[in-house]
């Protein structure tokens, strides 16, 4: 990768939009793309749980150009208000869902709850979206599923030379 992953969070909270609490899941997530992959953070933003607002936020950020990755974190479970992934499906052009399977599945090893997950994963123009659970630990784990492929996905995006190298190999994946 030559240049570090352009990174934003979007929150999906009333509550934390609301400023009943403080929104924990966007600052954890930062920190963890920061260390692991020396990912900048361009933005990060909370707002309500509104599949509209949600929408607008992720076609102003992919629409951009200056973003690789948006990673919104809430609003995926199954309450009423949880739209994340209705407005996340709203804007995508491509699906990405290799993503959300692998977190999804790693959760399982974790809870039960994670059959609850409705996260959705994709591309709009070149960025890629990834929808987390609202919670610090949760969000924290799931990104943590997906961090060993986000660089190579970023290269493909930016259609950089050296993406179409090969395969990457896991640590500790066994290759039939």
């Not at 030559?2 to 929150?11: A, H």
């Not at 869902?97 to 692998?102: K, N, R, V």
Request: hydrophobic share 45%.
């Amino acid at each position: 990768m030559s240049e570090p992953i352009r990174l934003v969070i979007l929150t999906a909270s009333d509550r934390a939009a609301a400023g009943l609490y403080e929104d924990e899941s966007g600052p954890a997530l930062a920190k963890l793309l920061k260390q692991t992959l020396g990912a900048t953070l361009v933005a990060r933003q909370v707002v309500p749980d509104d599949r509209a607002t949600l929408a607008e936020q992720l076609c102003t950020w992919a629409d951009g150009g200056e973003v690789d990755l948006i990673l919104v974190t809430g609003g995926t479970g199954f309450a009423p208000r949880d739209v994340t992934p209705e407005a996340t499906r709203d804007v995508i052009e491509r699906e990405a869902p290799g993503l959300a399977e692998a977190m999804r599945a790693a959760s399982l090893r974790i809870t039960a709850h994670a059959m609850l997950s409705r996260t959705v994963c994709g591309i709009r123009k070149q960025t890629l979206i990834v929808d987390l659970p609202g919670s610090p630990k949760a969000a924290v784990e799931n990104a943590q599923v997906i961090l060993p492929v986000l660089p190579h996905a970023i290269d493909l995006l930016r259609n950089a030379p050296e993406s179409e190298a090969g395969h990457r190999k896991l640590p500790g994946a066994q290759m039939a």
